[in-house]
């Protein structure tokens, strides 16, 4: 198999970026919520008082919005490639990062699904690498993580680990 597989063959879902803004509002939301919630007669409400009136609070809302997009921006530019001899990772807004990882140096590699991804139909393909530590291809199919897991899986065993000994 010398076909170069990526994102067009077991695409990254649009859903992902949607989950992740949405993710991302409730957590604001929430923030804001327990700040709005608190009674007035509350040792807290010269806080609720304060964080409205105060050009701090709007700049941390301000920050938290541009984390959102950010992220959102982060997930639309992040690409993957399983090559015959290394899997390959493409992202980055401002700057672009490729890493290469060779497959005789991952130790496992998994499906895994958190809570939004259930509700959007989502998995994450999660690959334990020695010197990477985990690497996520996130924003798939669950039946497309399944099938790149395989596809890894077999690629793990037609480049296995060389012998690096320096013979010292």
């Known amino acids: 198999m010398n076909d170069v597989i990526n994102e067009q063959n077991y695409p990254i879902q649009r859903r992902w970026i949607l989950e992740s803004i949405i993710g991302g509002v409730l957590r604001l939301a929430a923030l804001f919520s327990l700040i709005l919630i608190v009674p ?8 609720r008082d304060i964080f409205w009136e105060n050009p701090w609070a709007w700049v941390l809302y301000v920050f938290f919005t541009f984390l959102i997009v950010a992220d959102a921006l982060q997930r639309v530019t992040f690409h993957y490639s399983i090559e015959d001899g290394f899997l390959t990772l493409r992202q980055g807004v401002l700057t672009r990062e490729e ?3 060779p497959y005789g140096g991952i130790q496992d590699i998994f499906v895994k699904q958190d809570l939004l991804d259930r509700v959007f139909g989502l998995a994450t393909l999660t690959i334990e690498h020695v010197p990477y530590a985990n690497i996520d291809i996130q924003g798939l199919a669950k039946p497309h993580a399944e099938m790149l897991r395989e596809i890894v899986l077999q690629k793990m065993k037609e480049n296995p680990l060389e012998n690096t000994q320096s013979g010292l």
Do not use: D, L, N
């Open 99 to 101: 890493s290469q990882i």
């Open 40 to 47: 007035s007669g509350s040792r807290w409400a010269s806080f």
